[in-house]
């Protein structure tokens, strides 16, 4: 599974982004997938995890109603549209498939990764 984010870049403070995910040796479809950030010096954070099943997605509460996931399986490409960026929202992005989230918790776990893609919020 190969698996390559990018679309990254810089960004000043309410300026938006969209983040790809291309994959090889993947179907896409065949996965939930979704996306996770770390910023330097701090833990790994899930962002958001889209089913397979039925499309579902889960985001977490600091981005929920600023970004949004979508895919198209006949492309095997998932992208991650960012709106109103923070400068909190800096960090390195990931993609992943195998995600899941529990909701009781506010965890989402993912299984495998590729490349991530930097997003610099800052004006």
């Known amino acids: 599974v190969q698996l390559q984010a990018s679309g990254g870049g810089l960004v000043q403070p309410g300026g938006s982004l969209r983040l790809s995910c291309a994959a090889s040796?993947?179907?896409?479809?065949?996965?939930?997938i979704g996306w996770f950030r770390q910023a330097p010096g701090k833990e790994r954070e899930g962002v958001s995890c889209?089913?397979?099943?039925?499309?579902?997605?889960y985001y977490v509460d600091s981005v929920e109603g600023r970004f949004t996931m979508s895919r198209d399986n006949a492309k095997n490409t998932v992208w991650l549209q960012m709106n109103n960026l923070l400068p909190e929202d800096t960090a390195v992005y990931y993609c992943?498939?195998?995600?899941?989230?529990?909701?009781?918790?506010?965890?989402?776990?993912?299984?495998?990764w590729g490349r991530g893609t930097l997003v610099t919020v800052s004006s």
């Open positions: 992943a498939t195998d995600c899941s989230y529990i909701a009781t918790r506010g965890l989402f776990s993912f299984g495998s």
């Open positions: 040796g993947v179907t896409l479809d065949y996965y939930a």
């Open positions: 889209m089913r397979t099943s039925d499309g579902s997605t």
